[in-house]
């Protein structure tokens, strides 16, 4: 028996070596086919020798089948044909029978090997930052990233070659020692054996199923001979780099190079590129993140040993790359600016759809700047760390370039991984009451009604009566009435009591039609807001909020914000992409006119006047930098649970929001100028730090704008004995007459009998500024 299985192998390892020296694809492929039957003939003729061979023990009924002689054929009935058993004719056509079935059920189920090139690969979608910075990967279930052969060092396909596939050169598709060796070991040990070439890995990964068989077997090298006369060799080791599982959720070669070192392929060391060869042969086994980490670097010598063998390296550069210490990347959660990243997976989903950006391959890249985005960060952390002490727990800011809608940095939170106090919550998004900072929406109404910044409103008590509501009697946040002031004092230093009566003069619906066009999304039931909506009575969006304030700072036209800059696929095709940069970038931004170019200046340059906010924040308070226009709000809500600061210059602004996401009140002394606004500030500085190299941008004053001496009594143009001002005028609302000495003299006289009449008035606390 032993004799008779030493001349089967020694006949088929013949066959082998013939087909070594046939050159043509086509007659190997028949060659090959050939053998694999001859093989699946030998495996049932055996099966079914040894059956009969138990039969025979059985004593049974000697059987005796006649003889059969086939009829002459009708065109040579002088050549006879020979005579065959029944026995041998059954099992003949048996096998002839299965062995075509055989082939005919891999046939049918075989899929193309032009699918390598067609079929929907899964692959990583990447968030960037402005600079090519990759800030988040999104993927199911495999986390790949496509890269060209050109890409990937020479000695890291070397040193996959050495140790996968030393004859990948020289073979079409498969070893036929290797298959030789696997289908003896299934036939005569039952063991499926590899041997696999780095075709047929590729074959295996990317168009068969994962189940050990005999059929897959064959379907695998059939595919690998197909893939050899489809594609070259080039194109075989690019698709094999870009394909294979390499340990975890890393699939090719660069996730690879990404997740064990922290660097692209490219950048890898003859060492490291050593050490990733050897992991496709067993991900888990040889990681060097597994439980027998040295059976990594076992590995890892074994690829160098092969290299030098091979001839692609030397023994002293194979020494020296075994001596070299690998500097493993931290297996942490790669995710930066995660407010940020998730609040743009959105918008992505929403235009793409959950598999693409999944499974797409994406290539997205953000407005955000990386730099600054850790200074926010890392400026909000500290800030709520020093404000515990006012019962604020938590912060978010945001900042954009109004001109383009660029989100340059967003903070949702002091801490996105602090789960206990839900540090996953975007605040940037979240609608909360903004207090004071809506007020420019109210002003914005009635300077576009007749009102002008020199308008005299008295701050004095007053009580509204709602039917079916409590009496409405407003407060100032310093309990205090400050008689007779300008629109432009008002709204500087925030005064309430002047805000509602503004209000109550042109409606509520008008401040909402208006607060709607200038880019606020919350206001959309209208029956639940009242003259407190001027002191925030509204909830709003943070995101909304930078736009309604960029729009103040591009003279009335709104730019909605555009944190995505570029979107294309795998193959870089560019499916969307947002220029609005140079020069003049709001004339290439298509802005929307919302709101007269006048007016916005006009806000711009009360809430720029640090001597008009001076009686309620003082000269120099954090609001005021030196050096610069800017224009600046605080708010704060009644209940003391949200505090905010918006301030802006021509090409950027900042939103800072502090307080508590649970909803629980801060400290009574918390308010615009102790609590959001040293957030604002230092993120404001970090900006201009930024610039200092650049233009100062101011604002100018549009077209159309009548400039005049006033007096900040009485609103007339100004006299002997009033304090004067300059003011801008809308044509046609600035004031005809001038005040006179005396009647400034009975107005001073006034004020200070107000003023003591109302320091008699018991007045509740009120924070809204």
């Given at each position: 028996?032993?004799?008779?299985?030493?001349?089967?192998?020694?006949?088929?390892?013949?066959?082998?070596?013939?087909?070594?020296?046939?050159?043509?694809?086509?007659?190997?492929?028949?060659?090959?086919?050939?053998?694999?039957?001859?093989?699946?003939?030998?495996?049932?003729?055996?099966?079914?020798?040894?059956?009969?061979?138990?039969?025979?023990?059985?004593?049974?009924?000697?059987?005796?089948?006649?003889?059969?002689?086939?009829?002459?054929?009708?065109?040579?009935?002088?050549?006879?044909?020979?005579?065959?058993?029944?026995?041998?004719?059954?099992?003949?056509?048996?096998?002839?029978?299965?062995?075509?079935?055989?082939?005919?059920?891999?046939?049918?189920?075989?899929?193309?090997?032009?699918?390598?090139?067609?079929?929907?690969?899964?692959?990583?979608?990447?968030?960037?930052?402005?600079?090519?910075?990759?800030?988040?990967?999104?993927?199911?279930?495999?986390?790949?990233?496509?890269?060209?052969?050109?890409?990937?060092?020479?000695?890291?396909?070397?040193?996959?070659?050495?140790?996968?596939?030393?004859?990948?050169?020289?073979?079409?598709?498969?070893?036929?020692?290797?298959?030789?060796?696997?289908?003896?070991?299934?036939?005569?040990?039952?063991?499926?054996?590899?041997?696999?070439?780095?075709?047929?890995?590729?074959?295996?990964?990317?168009?068969?199923?994962?189940?050990?068989?005999?059929?897959?077997?064959?379907?695998?090298?059939?595919?690998?001979?197909?893939?050899?006369?489809?594609?070259?060799?080039?194109?075989?080791?690019?698709?094999?780099?870009?394909?294979?599982?390499?340990?975890?959720?890393?699939?090719?070669?660069?996730?690879?190079?990404?997740?064990?070192?922290?660097?692209?392929?490219?950048?890898?060391?003859?060492?490291?590129?050593?050490?990733?060869?050897?992991?496709?042969?067993?991900?888990?086994?040889?990681?060097?993140?597994?439980?027998?980490?040295?059976?990594?670097?076992?590995?890892?010598?074994?690829?160098?040993?092969?290299?030098?063998?091979?001839?692609?390296?030397?023994?002293?550069?194979?020494?020296?790359?075994?001596?070299?210490?690998?500097?493993?990347?931290?297996?942490?959660?790669?995710?930066?600016?995660?407010?940020?990243?998730?609040?743009?997976?959105?918008?992505?989903?929403?235009?793409?759809?959950?598999?693409?950006?999944?499974?797409?391959?994406?290539?997205?890249?953000?407005?955000?700047?990386?730099?600054?985005?850790?200074?926010?960060?890392?400026?909000?952390?500290?800030?709520?760390?020093?404000?515990?002490?006012?019962?604020?727990?938590?912060?978010?800011?945001?900042?954009?370039?109004?001109?383009?809608?660029?989100?340059?940095?967003?903070?949702?939170?002091?801490?996105?991984?602090?789960?206990?106090?839900?540090?996953?919550?975007?605040?940037?998004?979240?609608?909360?009451?903004?207090?004071?900072?809506?007020?420019?929406?109210?002003?914005?109404?009635?300077?576009?009604?007749?009102?002008?910044?020199?308008?005299?409103?008295?701050?004095?008590?007053?009580?509204?009566?709602?039917?079916?509501?409590?009496?409405?009697?407003?407060?100032?946040?310093?309990?205090?009435?400050?008689?007779?002031?300008?629109?432009?004092?008002?709204?500087?230093?925030?005064?309430?009591?002047?805000?509602?009566?503004?209000?109550?003069?042109?409606?509520?619906?008008?401040?909402?039609?208006?607060?709607?066009?200038?880019?606020?999304?919350?206001?959309?039931?209208?029956?639940?807001?009242?003259?407190?909506?001027?002191?925030?009575?509204?909830?709003?969006?943070?995101?909304?909020?930078?736009?309604?304030?960029?729009?103040?700072?591009?003279?009335?036209?709104?730019?909605?914000?555009?944190?995505?800059?570029?979107?294309?696929?795998?193959?870089?095709?560019?499916?969307?992409?947002?220029?609005?940069?140079?020069?003049?970038?709001?004339?290439?931004?298509?802005?929307?006119?919302?709101?007269?170019?006048?007016?916005?200046?006009?806000?711009?340059?009360?809430?720029?006047?640090?001597?008009?906010?001076?009686?309620?924040?003082?000269?120099?308070?954090?609001?005021?930098?030196?050096?610069?226009?800017?224009?600046?709000?605080?708010?704060?809500?009644?209940?003391?649970?949200?505090?905010?600061?918006?301030?802006?210059?021509?090409?950027?602004?900042?939103?800072?929001?502090?307080?508590?996401?649970?909803?629980?009140?801060?400290?009574?002394?918390?308010?615009?100028?102790?609590?959001?606004?040293?957030?604002?500030?230092?993120?404001?500085?970090?900006?201009?730090?930024?610039?200092?190299?650049?233009?100062?941008?101011?604002?100018?004053?549009?077209?159309?704008?009548?400039?005049?001496?006033?007096?900040?009594?009485t609103g007339q143009l100004a006299c002997a004995g009033c304090p004067a001002k300059e003011e801008y005028f809308l044509p046609g609302t600035q004031p005809q007459t001038a005040c006179t000495p005396e009647q400034i003299e009975q107005l001073k006289e006034k004020q200070q009998q107000d003023q003591a009449s109302r320091d008699k008035i018991?007045?509740?606390?009120?924070?809204?500024?």
């Amino acid at each position: 028996m032993a004799d008779r299985r030493k001349k089967i192998f020694s006949w088929q390892f013949s066959i082998f070596n013939l087909l070594e020296l046939i050159g043509r694809p086509v007659l190997r492929l028949f060659l090959v086919a050939c053998y694999l039957s001859l093989v699946a003939l030998a495996f049932i003729g055996k099966l079914t020798l040894q059956l009969i061979k138990s039969l025979r023990q059985i004593k049974l009924p000697q059987l005796i089948l006649p003889k059969i002689t086939l009829p002459p054929l009708p065109r040579f009935p002088h050549i006879p044909l020979p005579k065959i058993s029944s026995l041998k004719l059954i099992i003949l056509s048996t096998g002839l029978l299965i062995i075509l079935m055989f082939y005919l059920t891999i046939l049918r189920n075989l899929p193309s090997p032009r699918q390598l090139t067609t079929r929907n690969q899964f692959l990583t979608t990447k968030i960037r930052a402005r600079d090519g910075t990759v800030l988040f990967k999104i993927y199911k279930d495999e986390n790949r990233s496509l890269i060209p052969l050109s890409s990937i060092p020479n000695f890291m396909t070397q040193a996959t070659i050495a140790i996968e596939d030393k004859d990948f050169y020289r073979h079409g598709g498969f070893s036929y020692r290797g298959i030789l060796r696997a289908i003896t070991r299934n036939v005569f040990h039952h063991q499926l054996q590899g041997g696999s070439t780095i075709t047929q890995q590729l074959v295996k990964n990317a168009l068969l199923t994962p189940e050990k068989t005999f059929t897959r077997k064959i379907k695998e090298v059939i595919l690998a001979i197909g893939v050899e006369l489809t594609y070259s060799k080039d194109d075989i080791l690019k698709m094999y780099f870009n394909e294979v599982g390499y340990g975890g959720t890393a699939y090719g070669i660069e996730e690879a190079a990404q997740m064990y070192f922290g660097k692209s392929v490219t950048n890898v060391t003859l060492a490291q590129a050593a050490l990733l060869a050897g992991l496709p042969a067993a991900p888990t086994t040889y990681s060097p993140f597994g439980a027998y980490p040295e059976l990594a670097l076992s590995r890892q010598h074994e690829v160098l040993r092969r290299m030098v063998e091979d001839g692609y390296v030397t023994p002293q550069e194979a020494e020296t790359a075994k001596t070299e210490k690998l500097i493993y990347a931290p297996q942490t959660i790669a995710i930066k600016a995660p407010h940020f990243v998730m609040y743009v997976k959105d918008l992505l989903v929403k235009t793409y759809g959950e598999t693409t950006i999944n499974q797409g391959g994406l290539d997205v890249t953000t407005s955000l700047d990386p730099e600054l985005q850790n200074q926010a960060q890392t400026i909000v952390t500290q800030e709520i760390g020093q404000l515990r002490r006012l019962h604020i727990g938590n912060g978010a800011a945001l900042v954009t370039n109004p001109q383009t809608g660029e989100i340059l940095s967003m903070v949702g939170s002091k801490d996105y991984f602090d789960f206990a106090q839900d540090g996953q919550v975007n605040v940037t998004l979240a609608s909360r009451q903004p207090g004071s900072s809506i007020k420019p929406v109210n002003y914005a109404v009635a300077l576009a009604s007749g009102f002008t910044p020199a308008t005299i409103i008295d701050d004095s008590p007053i009580t509204y009566q709602v039917p079916g509501q409590p009496p409405y009697a407003p407060r100032n946040y310093d309990s205090k009435f400050h008689g007779p002031v300008t629109l432009r004092t008002a709204l500087a230093s925030s005064y309430n009591v002047p805000a509602v009566k503004t209000l109550s003069t042109f409606g509520v619906a008008k401040m909402i039609e208006l607060g709607q066009r200038l880019g606020i999304t919350t206001w959309n039931d209208s029956s639940r807001f009242g003259l407190s909506l001027t002191l925030g009575g509204g909830e709003v969006r943070m995101v909304d909020m930078a736009v309604v304030y960029a729009t103040l700072a591009n003279q009335g036209l709104r730019v909605d914000l555009h944190p995505i800059l570029k979107v294309t696929d795998p193959h870089g095709k560019i499916l969307e992409q947002f220029d609005c940069g140079g020069a003049n970038p709001l004339d290439r931004c298509n802005p929307q006119p919302v709101l007269n170019p006048q007016v916005a200046y006009q806000l711009t340059d009360i809430l720029s006047d640090n001597a008009a906010r001076s009686p309620a924040f003082g000269s120099r308070s954090v609001l005021n930098v030196p050096g610069h226009q800017v224009a600046v709000k605080t708010g704060t809500t009644q209940n003391l649970r949200d505090n905010w600061t918006i301030g802006f210059v021509p090409n950027r602004l900042v939103a800072v929001w502090v307080g508590n996401n649970d909803n629980t009140p801060m400290s009574y002394v918390a308010s615009g100028i102790t609590g959001a606004s040293s957030i604002w500030r230092a993120i404001f500085d970090v900006i201009l730090r930024q610039l200092a190299d650049q233009p100062v941008q101011t604002f100018s004053p549009p077209a159309n704008l009548i400039k005049v001496a006033i007096c900040t009594l009485t609103g007339q143009l100004a006299c002997a004995g009033c304090p004067a001002k300059e003011e801008y005028f809308l044509p046609g609302t600035q004031p005809q007459t001038a005040c006179t000495p005396e009647q400034i003299e009975q107005l001073k006289e006034k004020q200070q009998q107000d003023q003591a009449s109302r320091d008699k008035i018991l007045t509740g606390a009120s924070t809204d500024n």
